[in-house]
């Protein structure tokens, strides 16, 4: 499965979302499931599927899906030439 598709997964595994739900204009609290709850449930997630650790700045800078993924892309994971 490509990282692409794993990071989507999080989101719907994690936020009960439905897959056309999640997109790049996704954010921490624009969803009702995207909560606190939800936010520590879904980073929890990522450093599992990532094998990475994400800080408590990290967390705070982790608000939308792209911000996400351009804070894995500063820990190495690859979202282009996988």
């Known amino acids: 499965m490509r990282n692409i598709e794993k990071y989507r997964n ?3 595994n994690v936020l009960d979302l439905e897959e056309d739900e999640v997109c790049e204009d996704l954010a921490l609290g624009v969803t009702r499931e995207w909560d606190s709850i939800g936010h520590m ?3 929890s997630e ?3 599927v ?3 650790s994400l800080d408590s700045e990290l967390i705070t800078e982790f608000d939308s899906y792209l ?3 351009e804070l894995l892309k500063r820990l190495g994971v690859d979202f282009i030439n996988e």
Request: no cysteine; aromatic share 14%; net charge negative.
């Open 41 to 43: 449930t879904l980073i």
């Open 50 to 52: 990532f094998d990475v």
């Open 10 to 12: 999080a989101f719907i």
């Open 46 to 48: 990522i450093e599992d």
């Open 67 to 69: 911000s996400g993924m």
